[in-house]
């Protein structure tokens, strides 16, 4: 609706984890840094966790593309609140293999020779579990195991858990789980500064020439979101939209004080 008013070719504050609006903040280029540094050393396990809408899911997508295609096999689950069985016919499944069996032995069979082939075709085999706060002790038990696969100098399956920060207490009550987490990162809100890079990042990705935010409403948006990208976008999309009805020529702090005063942002 405001595309043409506002300068953009499209809409800046979309909360879809689209690698093109990824934008590196210091935490954020630490946590992508550390899963290349895991996939690439055959860590076996890592762990992503961050506060809900801190940006986990978008810096994964970043994280896979900077993978090399034909070095790499990535099965990514994004739902996984499923019984153990479950759980590896998910896996199988998001690995393209067909004919998935119906018994756990058979699944592991069928993923262990997966793992081989990529072996000899020098590929290696990577395991992303979005949402991990949601697996159930038994299946949990499962991704343990699944670091099983190992030859005697290295990791075969390498397995990223994403989640929310109730997933490092959910390891942490799995002493042989968590002492096989290798690799760990928590993801923080931006800061102020990072707050309104952001911002102004996002509206030059989408074709802006100009900032359309004051200096005080993008200090205001920080107040009120502390560094959350995803309530940084939905506060900045619904000013573009106020600002845009009211014929605004930039975006003051009263639009934003306004949106927050009447409850249309949480």
């Known amino acids: 609706m ?26 954020h280029e630490e946590g992508l840094t550390r899963l290349i540094y895991a996939a690439q050393m055959r860590k076996g396990g890592a762990m992503l966790s ?6 986990k899911t978008t810096l994964t997508r970043v994280f896979m593309q900077e993978l090399p295609a034909n070095k790499y096999d990535i099965g990514l689950i994004i739902n996984p609140k499923l019984r153990p069985l479950e759980f590896l016919q998910e896996v199988l499944y998001q690995f393209d293999i067909k004919n998935i069996p119906g018994n756990k032995g058979d699944c592991l069979r069928a993923l262990n020779q997966r793992i081989l082939d990529n072996l000899k075709n020098n590929k290696e085999t990577l395991l992303v579990v979005d949402e991990a706060q949601l697996l159930n002790t038994q299946t949990l038990e499962e991704v343990r195991l699944l670091l099983n696969f190992q030859l005697n100098d290295r990791f075969l399956l390498t397995i990223l ?33 990072d707050s309104i890079r952001y911002i102004r990042f996002r509206l030059r990705k989408a074709g802006a020439r100009k900032n359309v935010f004051s200096r005080e409403a993008a200090e205001k948006i920080y107040e009120h979101t502390q560094g959350v990208p995803r309530k940084i976008n939905n506060l900045c999309d619904l000013s573009l939209l106020i600002g845009f009805s009211q014929k605004e020529p930039v975006i003051y702090s ?9 409850g249309a942002i949480f």
């Open 2 to 27: 405001y595309l043409d008013y506002w300068g953009f070719r499209e809409f800046p504050f979309e909360n879809v984890p689209d690698p093109r609006f990824f934008y590196l903040s210091r935490s």
């Open 50 to 55: 961050g506060d809900i809408g801190c940006g």
């Open 161 to 193: 858990l994403l989640g929310q920060p109730e997933l490092r207490d959910l390891i942490k009550g799995m002493k042989q789980l968590e002492q096989r987490i290798a690799i760990r990162f928590h993801l923080a809100p931006f800061d102020f500064d």
């Open 254 to 262: 009263r639009t934003i004080e306004r949106i927050i005063n009447d």
